[in-house]
């Protein structure tokens, strides 16, 4: 597998914190920053310079479609490179986890997931406080 960003000509080097998107027919590799760009992407918030969206797609690693945690639609896996964190997400609350927007309900149904690691980044209590709320940024 290839470890690194597949963004045209990201020079980003941290394999380790890389981010996984697989809709069961392809597999996207970002970077943080990048997945940023294709969080926006979902929410139509990408200047047009960006457009066609540079990135190299790989075929599905996962055999199922996914569905939402949040929503029961059809969805796509999140998850680190190595596996630690997973979420299975609609694109559109895939990008609200990323963009740090979640609302409070959807907050607490993904931190109540006794599957995760609470320790997941986007997760982390620096962007939400206890009831789900989002903090300034
Ligand atoms: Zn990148």
Not at 35 to 51: F, K
Not at 61 to 73: A, H, L, N, Q
Not at 92 to 102: H, Q, S
């Amino acid at each position: 597998m290839s470890l690194k960003c597949g963004w045209k000509d990201c020079e980003y080097n941290v394999p380790e914190i890389l981010k996984v998107v697989d809709d069961g027919n392809e597999r996207v590799i970002l970077c943080p920053n990048h997945m940023v760009g294709y969080a926006l992407d979902i929410q139509g918030d990408l200047s047009e310079e960006h457009y066609p969206l540079p990135i190299t797609r790989l075929k599905s690693g996962i055999p199922f479609k996914p569905v939402c945690e949040i929503t029961r639609d059809a969805g796509v896996v999140f998850r680190d490179i190595d596996g630690r964190a997973e979420f299975h997400l609609s694109k559109e609350n895939l990008a609200k986890l990323v963009l740090r927007k979640l609302n409070p309900s959807d907050y607490k149904l993904l931190i109540s997931n006794k599957n995760r690691n609470q320790d997941t980044f986007e997760l982390h209590d620096d962007f939400y406080d206890s009831e789900g709320v989002q903090m300034q940024d």
